[in-house]
């Protein structure tokens, strides 16, 4: 079986992507949020039940979560053709941090890695737009973001020996969506 990286920027439409072409797809595949699944190991560990606390833990215990989530990923993967659903890029409250340390990436060891992205504008819009309480932001930063998720990727495919393709989200989800089958 194999795990399809597929990362994006806060505000891209990740979620809304992936569920999309999930949605298209036949049960050999299963979308798998790695924040989520970093939020419930924080949950059984007593740490947070509050995705956005995530943010404010120690380097120690996001690694900690981050390689359960990995290890949790990587069972599910020996059963199902994945699709993970992650930041590569991660800000907490001390700066940028890697979203998959090596550790982590070797237990994922994903195949390909898909980047969905979008004008820093439109991300910006959709952001405004978004129920979520999102940081204020500008789209410098958001282009920053992009920039970083692009580096990882690359760092994290060449480590992977897998490749790394391109999703532009600008139209419609469905658009996105079909575009990201087709490279499953």
Do not use: W
């Not at 659903?85 to 982590?104: F, I, K, M, N, R």
């Amino acid at each position: 079986m194999s795990v399809t990286l597929v990362s994006g920027v806060t505000g891209v439409g990740l979620s809304s992507v992936c569920q999309a072409v999930r949605s298209t797809l036949d049960d050999e595949y299963k979308l798998i949020n790695f924040g989520d699944v970093m939020l419930e190991q924080a949950a059984t560990s007593g740490i947070t039940t509050d995705r956005s606390e995530l943010a404010t833990l120690s380097q120690t215990q996001t690694r900690r979560l981050q390689r359960r989530a990995g290890e949790f990923v990587a069972d599910e993967a020996t059963q199902t053709n994945v699709i993970l659903s992650t930041h590569l890029a991660v800000e907490t409250d001390v700066g940028y941090v890697q979203g998959l340390p090596e550790e982590v990436l070797q237990d994922v060891s994903p195949t390909a890695f898909i980047l969905v992205e979008a004008d820093p504008a439109t991300i910006l819009d959709r952001r405004g737009e978004s129920d979520k309480e999102l940081p204020t932001t500008t789209e410098r930063k958001i282009g920053f973001e992009q920039h970083l998720n692009r580096s990882a990727a690359l760092q994290y495919a060449r480590d992977q020996d897998a490749p790394v393709q391109f999703i532009e989200n600008e139209g419609s989800i469905e658009d996105a969506a079909e575009r990201m089958a087709d490279n499953l």
